[in-house]
């Protein structure tokens, strides 16, 4: 990302070419910039240098004939284009000239430099916070910040001196830094405003507008977020974040959407250099060193406030230890990913809700002895075909097994012995398909039936008649097989 305030003697600006629309016959001169390593090119009109012009006339008093006078008759012809081109570049490079430690508010726009530069930029961000600033934060709702944004906020801090401030403050990053501070809940996408983003970013670098800044190679820090309790990225890797230490004594939900991070701990151990150790169950209380030599996780990589943890849309493969950094977690939500087997949860002794669907998730075995306190359970879209790994999970009271493999019956009785179940989804089920399904699932809960929601729905008075009957043949069977 370009700073043109420290890096003016390396800005170049030229124009490499115009091109002519041809239904309208408009004229657009292609304005390639360049600062330091970061380029972008802008499409202007003469119409919008001549505006331009105007403006900086009135306000900076530049001279009126250091732009190319207009023309009327013949002013598309090869020759004056090329003419014009050549005239249009000395004029920009000469502003660049005369305003070479700072770029008035004028030519920075017209130049796109709000859009790529640190500085103007969080100028804009300055101007939108101190006018909506304080209505955005009582709104209580998160606010959205592009990479490059987050990026800038982080570098400007690190400035030793920053440029003067112009018109009454209002572009001061004081108003940033006041925003930032007070923000509760913050979204992270490599672009503001474009729902396109999550199929464009998420698996390629693509690079922002005309730009050559690709949102993924930005490593930032978030110090000057200091209260916030969510943080959510959105098809950008966490792992951008070079320092996240400040965030832990008050971050309680943390969201990573539609990346290609492989594991958790490239979210939960994003700035550790050891995040590939395995994570011990008790977290030491000082530093300990291995027999290596390399330092062993702390307990500075503790989530002691993280509640909630949503991984969904990735590319994650297996539930890794780091998810034991995160002792107080409630809810995990791990959708949409290529986990086959579920692990180290055994020590989330607070976690009420886990959510797997799906995934590649075959069998179930024991999961009592990694997840004895689950309330909700949602398996959705696996490849599962028994349940007796699930039978006791006593805690459960909602279960969702809609669009796995399940065939038999018979599995349902695993789950229906469980004492606190209330609601049960098998829609998406090869047996879900069978006659009279429904009253044929009931009847396995026998004196439970009516207590039961089935697929989101209660039995009818029909259906537990039926289940009623089924009950008391089911009864006589067991007894029967009992003798």
């Not at 004594?249 to 990346?259: S, Y």
């Not at 879209?381 to 459960?396: F, M, P």
Request: glycine residues 2%.
């Amino acid at each position: 990302m370009s700073c043109y305030y420290r890096q003016h003697e390396e800005t170049s600006v030229t124009i490499p070419k115009y091109s002519v629309e041809s239904s309208a016959g408009i004229t657009y001169y292609d304005i390639k910039v360049r600062v330091a390593n970061v380029e972008w090119f802008v499409e202007r009109r003469y119409r919008d240098f001549s505006q331009l012009h105007e403006k900086l006339v009135d306000e900076v008093s530049i001279s009126k004939k250091l732009l190319p006078p207009k023309k009327l008759v013949g002013n598309k012809q090869p020759a004056f284009l090329e003419q014009r081109r050549e005239q249009l570049e000395t004029y920009l490079q000469e502003l660049l000239i005369y305003f070479r430690n700072e770029l008035p508010r004028l030519l920075a726009e017209f130049l796109d430099f709000n859009k790529y530069d640190i500085i103007y930029l969080l100028q804009d961000l300055a101007k939108l916070f101190n006018e909506s600033g304080d209505a955005l934060l009582s709104a209580k709702k998160e606010y959205n910040l592009s990479a490059l944004e987050v990026f800038a906020i982080s570098e400007r801090l690190a400035l030793p001196c920053p440029p003067s401030n112009e018109q009454g403050g209002k572009f001061d990053f004081s108003h940033v830094l006041d925003f930032c501070t007070q923000l509760a809940a913050l979204v992270v996408s490599p672009v503001k405003d474009n729902t396109s983003f999550v199929q464009d970013y998420n698996t390629v670098d693509v690079p922002i507008g005309r730009s050559n800044i690709i949102p993924n190679r930005l490593s930032f820090n978030l110090n000057a977020f200091r209260n916030l309790k969510t943080l959510k990225f959105s098809a950008l890797s966490t792992e951008n974040i070079v320092d996240i230490e400040l965030l832990k004594p008050t971050l309680q939900t943390i969201c990573v959407h539609n990346t290609t991070i492989t594991h958790i701990n490239q979210v939960l151990l994003c700035d550790n250099l050891h995040k590939a150790c395995d994570v011990p169950s008790i977290l030491p209380d000082h530093l300990t060193t291995s027999s290596n030599g390399e330092d062993e996780l702390l307990t500075t990589d503790a989530w002691n406030e993280l509640s909630e943890l949503d991984l969904t849309g990735n590319l994650l493969t297996q539930i890794d230890s780091s998810v034991r950094t995160a002792p107080k977690l409630r809810r995990l939500v791990l959708e949409q990913n290529r986990i086959r087997n579920v692990q180290n949860l055994a020590e989330l002794p607070h976690l009420q809700m886990l959510s797997l669907s799906g995934n590649l998730i075959a069998e179930c075995i024991d999961w009592h002895l990694a997840m004895g306190n689950l309330v909700t359970l949602k398996l959705s879209q696996n490849k599962i075909k028994s349940l007796s790994g699930l039978r006791k999970l006593l805690s459960l009271v909602n279960l969702d097994l809609s669009c796995n493999l399940i065939e038999q019956l018979d599995e349902v009785d695993h789950v229906a012995n469980l004492p606190l179940l209330e609601t049960l989804r098998l829609t998406g089920n090869p047996l879900a398909g069978s006659v009279d399904y429904r009253p044929r699932v009931f009847a396995r809960f026998h004196e439970r039936a009516a207590e039961i929601s089935l697929d989101n729905e209660p039995g009818t008075q029909q259906e537990m008649d039926t289940a009623l009957v089924l009950s008391a043949l089911l009864k006589s069977k067991q007894r029967q097989q009992q003798k």
